[in-house]
C-alpha cells in the first residue's frame, strides 16, 4: 500500500532564510509521482511542484525546488528566500500506478511558520 | 475565471438534515474528486468521477451520494447528517487520471459543521 509520512508538525523559519519540508513516501510501484501542495489559512490548496519516479533531475518551479531522493523513497520540499506569505500547512502526496493512478494519497502535512 | 468553484463556502446544519454540496470546473478535465479533510487537516479521498462514471467509493457511508449531471459538474449530497461529518470538503479535478504527472485543481473548499 502506499504511504506517505511527513515527520514534522510545524516549522519554523526566518524570512529570506531556506527551509526543508520532509516527505518520506513508501511504494512498490517503480511508477509513481510526487507532488506537493500549499494550504494557506484561507483553506485552498494550491499545487507548487511535482516530480515523477523517472525524472532524472529534482524539479524547480521558481524558489520551490524538491530534494528526490529515489534510494531513500524521500521527496523533500526546499523553499529558498522564505517569504511571510509562505507561512501554511504543505502537502506531501503521491499518486502510483498500481491504483492506476487514480488518486493522490496526501500525508499529513507540516505547518511552516515564517517570521520577520 | 475561476477553475473550480464550489458552493456554499460555509454550511451550518442540525444532525439528521439532508444537504449538498455543489461543484463545477471550467478546465475541460474529465475527471472529478471529493475530498474530505478533518479537524487534524488531514486530506482523504471519497470518490472520484470520470466523464460522469463512478471510479473510486473509497468505504465512504452510503449516506454520501456524488452525482455528476456531466463531466464539468459533480455534486455531492449527504443525507442524515451526523456530528462527525463536520469538515471541509474539497472537490478537485484533473486532465488524465491515468498519468503519474497530472495534478488535481482544487476548489477553495466547503466548512461544514453539523450541530
Redesign the interface.
Known amino acids: 500500500a502506499q504511504k506517505i509520512t511527513q515527520t514534522q508538525p510545524g516549522m519554523f523559519v526566518q524570512e529570506k532564510e531556506a527551509v526543508t519540508l520532509d516527505c518520506t513516501y513508501d511504494t512498490s510501484d517503480p511508477?509513481?509521482?510526487l507532488?506537493w501542495?500549499k494550504?494557506p489559512s484561507?483553506?485552498?490548496?494550491?499545487?507548487l511542484i511535482?516530480q515523477?519516479?523517472y525524472d532524472q533531475q529534482n524539479a524547480t518551479e521558481g524558489r520551490y525546488s524538491l530534494n528526490f531522493q529515489k534510494a531513500r523513497k524521500s521527496a523533500n520540499l526546499v523553499i529558498s528566500a522564505s517569504q511571510l506569505g509562505d507561512s501554511a500547512?504543505y502537502?506531501c502526496a503521491m499518486?502510483?500506478?498500481n491504483t492506476?493512478?487514480?488518486?493522490?494519497?496526501?500525508g499529513?502535512?507540516t505547518r511552516l511558520l515564517v517570521s520577520p | 475565471d475561476t477553475a473550480v468553484s464550489q458552493t456554499p463556502k460555509y454550511l451550518v446544519t442540525q444532525m439528521g438534515n439532508d444537504k449538498s454540496i455543489k461543484c463545477e470546473q471550467n478546465l475541460g478535465h474529465d475527471t472529478m474528486y471529493w475530498y474530505k479533510q478533518d479537524s487534524k487537516k488531514f486530506l482523504k479521498i471519497m470518490f472520484s468521477y470520470n466523464n460522469k462514471e463512478l471510479i473510486i467509493n473509497e468505504t465512504v457511508p452510503n449516506r454520501f451520494s456524488p452525482k455528476s449531471p456531466d463531466k464539468a459538474h459533480l455534486n455531492l449530497h449527504i443525507n442524515s447528517l451526523e456530528l462527525g461529518d463536520s469538515a471541509v470538503y474539497f472537490c478537485a479535478s484533473s486532465r488524465d487520471r491515468t498519468v503519474a504527472n497530472s495534478p488535481l485543481h482544487f476548489g477553495n473548499g466547503t466548512r461544514l459543521t453539523v450541530t
Open positions: 511508477s509513481y509521482g507532488f501542495y494550504q484561507s483553506g485552498e490548496m494550491i499545487f511535482y515523477g519516479s500547512m502537502f499518486r502510483t500506478m492506476g493512478f487514480q488518486k493522490l494519497v496526501f499529513t502535512g
